[in-house]
C-alpha cells in the first residue's frame, strides 16, 4: 500500500508541476477561491530555489539537492527496515513515512531534472521542453528550481510533494507518538 501511495503522489506532484511549468507563466495566477475578501486558495506559478518557502539555509543549491537525496535514502532505508521487523507497526505509520519519502522524492526530482530538461521559466516566457541536455536548458544536474503553486492565508507557495510531507510530518506528530518513542528510545 505505501508503494502504490508513493507512486500516486510522485505521478500527480510531477503531473501538475510540468503542466503548470509548461502552460503558465512565472507570476501568473491561475486561479483564486475567494470569500469574505480573503484569498483561501490561489493557483500562482513560482520556482522556488531553495527550502520550503524559498528559504536558502543550504547556502548551495547542489547541497540543498544532496541533503534531499540523503534524507530520502535515510527514509526509504528507515521504511524498508521497519518492513523487517517482527513487531507490530500501525499501517498508518507506514503511511505518513511513504508521504514523506514522496513528497521529498518529488521535490528532488525537480531539483535533479528540471534544469536539464527545460528551458528557463519567466515573467512573460512559458517553459519548453528541451530534452535531457538539450540546447536551451537552464540549470545542470541537482540545480533545477522546484515549481510551486499552491498558497492558502499564513502559508508559503507549495506543491503537492510540499503537503505530502507536511502531511505526513504532523499525522505522525499527532497520531503515532508511541512509534515514534519506540524509534527514538531503541538502540538497534
Avoid at 470569500?35 to 543550504?58: H, S
Avoid at 507506514?94 to 527545460?118: E, K, P, Q, T, V
Avoid at 519548453?128 to 536551451?136: R, Y
Wanted: a neutral charge.
Amino acid at each position: 500500500m505505501a508503494v502504490i501511495l508513493i507512486i500516486a503522489i510522485l505521478l500527480i506532484d510531477q503531473i501538475v508541476k510540468i503542466w503548470v511549468k509548461t502552460h503558465i507563466a512565472v507570476g501568473d495566477v491561475v486561479f483564486q477561491i475567494n470569500a469574505f475578501d480573503i484569498n483561501w486558495l490561489t493557483m500562482t506559478f513560482i520556482e522556488n530555489n531553495g527550502a520550503a518557502g524559498g528559504l536558502q539555509i543550504f547556502g548551495s543549491k547542489i547541497f540543498l539537492s544532496l541533503f534531499r537525496l540523503v534524507a530520502i535514502i535515510f527514509v526509504g532505508y528507515y521504511i524498508w527496515l521497519l518492513t523487517t521487523k517482527k513487531e507490530y507497526i500501525r499501517w498508518g505509520f507506514y503511511i505518513c513515512m511513504a508521504m514523506i519519502f514522496a513528497g521529498a522524492a518529488g521535490n528532488l526530482i525537480d531539483s535533479m531534472f528540471y534544469g536539464l530538461c527545460f528551458s528557463a521559466s519567466g515573467s512573460s516566457t512559458v517553459a519548453q521542453f528541451v530534452g535531457f541536455a538539450g540546447d536551451g536548458h537552464y540549470a545542470g544536474f541537482l540545480e533545477g528550481r522546484v515549481v510551486d503553486m499552491f498558497e492558502m492565508p499564513f502559508t508559503f507557495v507549495w506543491n503537492i510533494a510540499d503537503a505530502a510531507i507536511t502531511i505526513g510530518v504532523i499525522v505522525l506528530l499527532l497520531f503515532y507518538k508511541k512509534e515514534i518513542n519506540q524509534i527514538s528510545l531503541k538502540r538497534e
